[in-house]
């Protein structure tokens, strides 16, 4: 799965879905409905490496700015992050415990359209398979309802399984996001029973959802 280049057909647009967020424990990201592409490109999947941290910084800006609700942090304080900081940052991502996939663009600008992360949780729950999260997910506008989002889903199951060893992967899904449960649903993920306050509006849940890996 990771190196698949996926192929961006033209696509008209669709006025009538309008959530494109979805939101995941301690970090939340968005994917959304089909928007008009502005040319045909591809993208390929790989891991992140501490050598991408510019790229990183250039997708993390795009993310916060496309939809501030859906991250915990604002895009007031990704900005006034020093070089030093997205290095370290970038570092994080793709060291021990963590995988993190980039959807590239297959073009000198190498743009990242698209990242999802899996990490495992710390602690981990005594007596239970170990556990892994998904993090920082984010599909760029051009590529939504493409099957980017599946296509990365699918590449950190297996990543969370094969590299981290991890037995379940978790994730926390907004209350009202119909369009995320179903989507997460379709790839095997149930609701556990469990949720939290929603962290940007404490009035609302975050739903837990999991999946075991084979």
């Known amino acids: 799965m990771v190196g698949r280049a996926l192929k961006t057909p033209k696509l008209r647009a669709n006025p009538t879905l309008k959530d494109g967020r979805a939101s995941w424990r301690t970090t939340h990201g968005s994917w959304a409905e ?3 592409s502005a040319g045909a490109s591809t993208a390929g999947i790989r891991r992140l490496t501490a050598g991408d941290w510019q790229q990183l910084k250039a997708v993390r800006l795009e993310m916060l700015a496309d939809t501030p609700m859906a991250y ?4 007031d304080a990704a900005r006034r992050q020093t070089d030093a900081q997205w290095q370290e940052r ?3 991502m793709s060291g021990d415990g963590s995988v993190t996939l980039i959807a590239e663009e297959n073009n000198p600008a190498r743009r990242i359209r698209g990242l999802m992360r899996v990490a495992l949780t710390h602690p981990q729950k005594l007596g239970n ?3 892994a999260v998904l993090i920082s997910v984010y599909v760029a506008p051009e590529y939504r309802g493409l099957g980017l989002a599946d296509e990365l889903l699918v590449a950190c199951c297996d ?3 094969h590299d981290l060893g991890a037995h379940v992967l978790e994730l ?3 209350e009202d996001n119909a369009r995320a449960l179903s989507f997460y649903q379709r790839h095997g993920f149930s609701l556990t029973g469990e949720s939290k306050p929603f962290p940007q509006d404490k009035t609302k849940r975050e739903l837990t959802m999991e999946r075991r890996l084979a």
């Open 72 to 75: 915990i942090e604002s895009l």
């Open 129 to 131: 398979s170990l556990h």
């Open 90 to 92: 970038a570092k994080a």
């Open 34 to 36: 089909p928007l008009p």
């Open 159 to 161: 990543a969370a399984a």
């Open 172 to 174: 926390g899904v907004h």
